[in-house]
T-cell receptor, first 112, second 118 residues
């Protein structure tokens, strides 16, 4: 089973609105990362949050992490049509070496 | 190279044939990962390398799948006797592999190989 499960599976919003995606995971982690994928090909790293951090910002992106609930959220503010993509969370586990386990992803569509 | 390079970008093969997929990671990256993604699905972990050894190959679906990495650089994923269910995009990624403060580092992905078994 997937370590990370994102919800919603799909999200459609209007340009300018905010988009929020959630990720839940099952085991303890040392960090959580968010990636973006366009057109079903290579993924691009967006942001990394450590297990001892609660919130992190990067441009229009805001990530929160709640280790007690084993969940994270990615907020994209003032969305643009170019933000249309699939978004995945990935977790690294203590003692797991450098293995990254990805979730199932959220497909975001931003309409004009 | 400038990024992770995968070849071929597309491969169509007949059921029962063997295929080799190649991944050329970013120079200096010690960690290398293989994932599989079926249409509209998430990433399925296959195997990861630290240097030339594979600490975790638990995701390889069957003994028809194998992977190797030589010289701490290029990796080859081999699928023997391909089946239609092997059709997917195979993604390779690499990272520095350094445990900076106990963290995994950012992974850089190639554009993938789209495998179609007919």
């Amino acid at each position: 089973s997937q370590q990370g499960e994102e919800d919603p599976q799909a999200l459609s919003i209007q340009e300018g609105e905010n988009a929020t995606m959630n990720c839940s995971y099952k085991t303890s982690i040392n960090n959580l990362q968010w990636y973006r994928q366009n057109s079903g090909r290579g993924l691009v790293h967006l942001i990394l949050i450590r297990s001892n951090e609660r919130e992190k910002h990067s441009g229009r992106l805001r990530v929160t992490l709640d280790t007690s609930k084993k969940s994270s959220s990615l907020l994209i503010t003032a969305s643009r049509a170019a933000d249309t993509a699939s978004y995945f969370c990935a977790t690294g586990r203590p003692g797991g070496g450098n293995k990254l386990t990805f979730g199932t992803g959220t497909q975001l569509k931003v309409e004009l | 190279g400038a990024g992770v390079s995968q070849s071929p970008s597309n491969k169509v093969t007949e059921k029962g044939k063997d295929v080799e997929l190649r991944c050329d990671p970013i120079s200096g990256h010690t960690a290398l990962y293989w994932y599989r993604q079926s249409l509209g699905q998430g990433l399925e972990f296959l195997i990861y390398f630290q240097g030339n050894s594979a600490p975790d190959k638990s995701g390889l679906p069957s003994d028809r799948f194998s992977a190797e990495r030589t010289g701490g650089s290029v990796s080859t994923l081999t699928i023997q006797r391909t089946q239609q269910e092997d059709s997917a995009v195979y993604l390779c990624a690499s990272s520095l592999g350094l445990r900076v403060g106990g963290l995994n580092t950012e992974a850089f992905f190639g554009q993938g190989t789209r495998l179609t078994v007919v």
